[in-house]
């Protein structure tokens, strides 16, 4: 069983730049979260993706924006980098929408300057 | 608004010493609570959830409604759990739906 793999490991932007980030869902998840986790704090919701539809968002500006596929793997889009966007960004899938029982792939560290 | 304190950055104990570290949450609302794990060099994990009411290395956790509270318990700590936990609650309702409210983590050391 393949877990969930993210990509790139880490990345640095320039301020005004855009990223891509991208996850590889757990085999047989159809859900997919996005986190923000700044240094020394705890995970942030950003959005989530079920069946290819955003199914939910958190308190994150319109320049976070997001993809699921038909192979629900997923991408977290982020347009106009501010220098507080450095931070981990974690990828994880679940087996049904609506749990809490995620299962997070090992982020993505973006540093903006 | 929902909200996860956990008040220890930092935990120390002796193996073999009893841990508790602590978790208050605020919801209006039932809602689930979950302790998640971070190893060293080792991605998030689920340690044990409050509707499971199980046993996951040793560790315990009862959810006290009354003291909106969800403390994470071992009667006797390994040096093999030292790791950053991680309290979060996922709401009942609405937009808390599906989402996780994280606490800011508290990096437990067990000494030799």
């Known amino acids: 069983e393949t877990g969930v793999t993210q990509s790139p490991t880490h990345l640095i932007k320039t301020r005004g730049q855009q990223v891509t980030l991208r996850c590889s869902s757990q085999?047989?998840?159809?859900?997919v979260s996005w986190y923000q986790q700044a240094l020394g704090q705890g995970p942030q919701f950003i959005f989530q993706y079920y069946r290819e539809e955003e199914n939910g968002r958190g308190n994150f500006p319109p320049r976070f924006s997001g993809l699921q596929f038909p192979n629900y793997s997923s991408e977290l889009n982020v347009n106009a980098l501010e220098l507080d966007d450095s931070a981990l960004y974690l990828c994880?899938?679940?087996?049904?929408?609506?749990?809490?029982?995620?299962?997070f792939g090992e982020g993505s560290r973006l540093t903006v300057l | 608004a929902q909200r996860v304190t956990q008040p220890e950055k930092l935990l120390s104990v002796f193996k073999g010493a009893p841990v508790e570290l602590k978790c208050n949450y605020s919801y209006s609302g039932s809602p689930e609570l979950f302790w998640y794990v971070q190893y060293s060099r080792q991605r998030l994990q689920l340690l044990l959830r409050h509707i499971s009411r199980e046993s996951i290395k040793g560790f315990t956790a009862d959810l006290n409604k009354g003291e909106t509270s969800f403390h994470l318990k071992k009667p006797f700590a390994q040096e093999e759990d030292s790791a950053m936990y991680y309290c979060a609650l996922s709401g009942n309702r609405g937009s808390t739906l599906g989402r996780l409210y994280f606490g800011r983590g508290t990096q437990l050391t067990v000494w030799p």
């Open positions: 994880a899938s679940s087996l049904e929408v609506n749990t809490g029982e995620l299962f």
């Open positions: 085999s047989g998840h159809n859900t």
